[in-house]
């Protein structure tokens, strides 16, 4: 079974940094290609990141040069690395699995919350 | 304000059919596959329609969509109480300047 499970949410204060992880299971990350999604508070679903599974990364304007996304094959997981946090990061952020050829997310995580406040 | 354009809201009763509409662009939904997704906030949202009118196993056939031109629509027939959720279209956007990926801004159903 394909799953997706996201952990590495909390309290954070504007400025700091934060990792996220996403453990999958029944599919290897290093062959596919993966993205974060985050829906802030009252708020619908924004696209955040994807990487390929050749390494290729793309970012949202809003995020670019503060978040990093990467994998690690050996852990088949996902991370998110965050930094320079603002309070509109606050949002439940989920891990998916992307189907490149014809482009859509086929498994979802159930997300972990991030709250930026001081 | 969301590339890909979705009313807010949208609402029937049940065992009635809805439509939900996603507008877009030649450079995202002119030219690219369409997917919809289902979500009830704080849960994992759900794969409902992928390459514009495809279903993906387990989703039932009274979920279906299609596209013409720059929009896309996503149908749900014989509506039930446990369809009350928030609807994202989705599509890549080949412009160069513009995100890879695009949601629109999300139908929140109402089965009354």
């Known amino acids: 079974e394909v799953q997706l499970v996201e952990s590495g949410g909390g309290l954070i204060q504007p400025g700091g940094s934060l990792r996220l992880s996403c453990a999958a299971s029944?599919?290897?990350?290093?062959?596919?290609?993966m993205s974060w999604v985050r829906q802030a508070p009252g708020k619908g679903l924004e696209w955040v990141s994807l990487i390929y599974s050749g390494g290729t990364t793309y970012y949202a304007d809003s995020v670019k040069g503060r978040f990093t996304v990467s994998k690690d094959n050996s852990k088949n997981t996902l991370y998110l690395q965050m930094s320079s946090l603002r309070a509109e990061d606050t949002a439940i952020y989920y891990c998916?699995?992307?189907?490149?050829?014809?482009?859509?997310?086929?498994?979802w995580g159930q997300g972990t919350l991030v709250t930026v406040s001081s | 304000q969301s590339v890909l354009t979705q009313p807010p809201s949208v609402s029937a009763a049940p065992g009635q059919k809805v439509t939900i509409s996603c507008s877009g662009s030649s450079s995202n939904i002119g030219n690219n596959y369409v997917s919809w997704y289902q979500h009830l906030p704080g849960t994992a949202p759900k794969l409902l329609i992928y390459?514009?009118?495809k279903r993906p196993s387990g989703i039932p056939d009274r979920f279906s969509g299609s596209k013409s031109g720059t929009s896309a629509t996503l149908g749900i027939t014989g509506l039930q109480t446990g369809d009350e959720a928030d609807y994202y279209c989705?599509?890549?956007?080949?412009?160069?300047?513009?995100?890879?990926?695009?949601f629109g801004g999300g139908t929140k159903l109402t089965v009354l």
């Open positions: 029944g599919f290897t990350v290093s062959s596919n290609y």
């Open positions: 998916a699995k992307y189907f490149g050829p014809l482009h859509y997310f086929d498994c």
């Open positions: 989705g599509t890549w956007d080949s412009r160069l300047s513009a995100l890879p990926w695009v």
């Open positions: 390459d514009n009118n």
